[in-house]
């Protein structure tokens, strides 16, 4: 079975970071997500040190569709240089590795 993974970016607004999410569980990018925030960030940014609110999304997905996730994100993403950081999932139970895999690949329930 192929590797499950993590993936974060952020977002301006709430609204934004659904958009992110829904669209890209709706194309089976990912099997699931979460919204988290507002989230307190503290950053350098194009030379200026800076603070502000966002929005975390966390996507569930394979390896195989990584490199599609994170077009899908680059794509529709209201930043030009946004986060997108895949970490591995080095375990977990089995189900539920087992359904984001079927998910992302098409193989489960279309429900």
């Not at 794509?75 to 992302?104: F, K």
């Amino acid at each position: 079975m192929d590797e499950v993974l993590q993936v974060y970016t952020a977002a301006s607004s709430q609204e934004s970071a659904q958009r992110l999410a829904r669209g890209a569980v709706a194309a089976r990018l990912a099997a699931g997500s979460q919204i988290l925030g507002p989230v307190e960030s503290v950053f350098w940014h194009e030379g200026s040190f800076g603070t502000g609110q966002e929005w975390q999304v966390l996507l569930k997905t394979s390896r195989a569709r990584y490199a599609e996730l994170e077009g899908y994100l680059r794509e529709h993403h209201e930043w030009s240089n946004p986060e997108i950081v895949a970490t591995p999932v080095v375990a977990g139970s089995a189900d539920y590795l087992s359904w984001v895999h079927d998910t992302v690949s098409g193989e489960g329930p279309q429900g």
